[in-house]
């Protein structure tokens, strides 16, 4: 284990409850990848169950990046994190998680988080601003601030289309003279997360790429990349990550697993889309009435 606050410790001052089980040996597993292993040290795809917590991956990464501050010799985790997912509410969901996480560290004066901090700052040497996020998505004011320095630890909450085009050296808006900046940037000391990937087989394949490419270049920078898929379904051949069978009965992963999924048929007999609409919320109210979710 390497020195510095265990990750237990971390997400549970982060969020106020502590890792599932599952999240916390992702963790273990992670810090004990040898320095330069293939990948990051992250498993090809991470097969864990729809609602047990698959975001949780940006807080392993950002603590295994603070531990890599903490050891000597050559950096194991890459500077950037990428949480990419072809639904813009998902987006919006990391990123939020993202946020509370940099806000935590940010606003820290002493345990864990501050220690986190500090390691963060190193790279950076901004103990103010010790992790950036950035949101990168259709519909929102284009914005390059997490490009202007590649020391700077970051998270990136992004939209495939808008991750694809700038590792690809395009890019919604980006000059021509920037293009190979972000394609650099993401293409060199990155980490990819693709949230359901079982919906995103050509982007799966253009990662695949990048990584073949990567091999075969002319100059290596020796620093860490890879790219891990968040999907219950992983495709065959992919080294993966599962929750063990204990895993899956602790008690709030149980839930989730068991939990009753009801579908019911509500006639509208009308065109006007607005009586849709009114039909569609009046059974809302009555769901939440409930405690339905």
């Given at each position: 284990?390497?020195?510095?606050?265990?990750?237990?410790?971390?997400?549970?001052?982060?969020?106020?409850?502590?890792?599932?089980?599952?999240?916390?040996?992702?963790?273990?597993?992670?810090?004990?990848?040898?320095?330069?292993?293939?990948?990051?040290?992250w498993?090809?795809?991470?097969?864990?169950?729809?609602?047990a917590?698959?975001?949780a991956v940006?807080?392993?990464?950002?603590w295994?990046?603070?531990?890599?501050?903490?050891?000597?010799?050559?950096?194991?985790?890459p500077?950037?994190?990428?949480?990419?997912?072809?639904?813009?509410?998902?987006?919006?969901?990391?990123?939020?998680?993202a946020?509370?996480?940099?806000?935590?560290?940010?606003?820290?004066?002493?345990?864990?988080?501050a220690?986190?901090?500090?390691?963060?700052?190193?790279f950076?040497?901004?103990?103010?601003?010790?992790?950036h996020?950035?949101?990168?998505?259709?519909?929102?004011?284009r914005?390059?601030d997490?490009?202007r320095?590649?020391a700077?630890?970051?998270i990136?909450?992004?939209?495939?289309?808008q991750?694809g085009?700038?590792?690809?050296?395009?890019?919604?808006?980006?000059?021509?003279?920037?293009a190979?900046?972000?394609?650099?940037?993401?293409?060199?000391d990155?980490?990819?997360?693709l949230?359901?990937?079982?919906l995103?087989a050509?982007?799966v394949?253009?990662?695949?790429g990048?990584?073949?490419w990567?091999?075969?270049?002319?100059i290596?920078?020796?620093?860490p990349w890879?790219?891990?898929?968040?999907?219950?379904?992983?495709?065959?051949?992919?080294e993966?990550?599962?929750?063990?069978?204990?895993?899956r009965?602790?008690?709030?992963?149980?839930?989730?697993l068991?939990?009753?999924?009801?579908?019911?048929?509500?006639?509208v007999?009308?065109?006007?889309?607005?009586?849709?609409?009114?039909?569609?919320?009046?059974?809302?109210?009555?769901?939440?009435g409930?405690?339905?979710?």
């Amino acid at each position: 284990m390497t020195p510095g606050p265990d990750f237990p410790s971390v997400f549970e001052a982060v969020h106020g409850y502590r890792p599932y089980r599952w999240q916390e040996r992702l963790a273990e597993e992670i810090d004990a990848a040898p320095i330069g292993q293939r990948n990051a040290g992250w498993p090809g795809a991470i097969a864990a169950p729809t609602g047990a917590g698959k975001t949780a991956v940006l807080d392993v990464a950002v603590w295994r990046l603070a531990m890599a501050a903490a050891s000597e010799g050559r950096r194991s985790a890459p500077m950037r994190i990428v949480f990419a997912v072809d639904r813009r509410v998902v987006v919006d969901q990391a990123h939020a998680r993202a946020c509370l996480i940099a806000e935590r560290l940010k606003s820290a004066m002493d345990g864990p988080l501050a220690e986190v901090r500090a390691l963060l700052a190193r790279f950076s040497g901004d103990e103010a601003a010790p992790l950036h996020v950035e949101q990168l998505r259709g519909g929102l004011p284009r914005e390059d601030d997490w490009a202007r320095s590649p020391a700077q630890p970051t998270i990136l909450c992004t939209t495939v289309d808008q991750l694809g085009s700038r590792l690809l050296f395009r890019g919604y808006g980006i000059s021509e003279r920037m293009a190979p900046v972000h394609a650099g940037l993401l293409g060199e000391d990155a980490l990819v997360f693709l949230d359901e990937a079982h919906l995103s087989a050509a982007f799966v394949e253009t990662l695949s790429g990048v990584a073949r490419w990567r091999s075969a270049r002319e100059i290596d920078l020796g620093l860490p990349w890879g790219y891990s898929l968040l999907t219950a379904t992983p495709r065959e051949g992919l080294e993966r990550f599962s929750l063990s069978a204990s895993e899956r009965e602790e008690h709030a992963i149980k839930q989730r697993l068991k939990a009753r999924l009801q579908a019911v048929i509500v006639m509208v007999r009308s065109e006007d889309l607005g009586s849709v609409a009114d039909a569609f919320v009046a059974h809302a109210r009555r769901l939440a009435g409930g405690g339905g979710r």
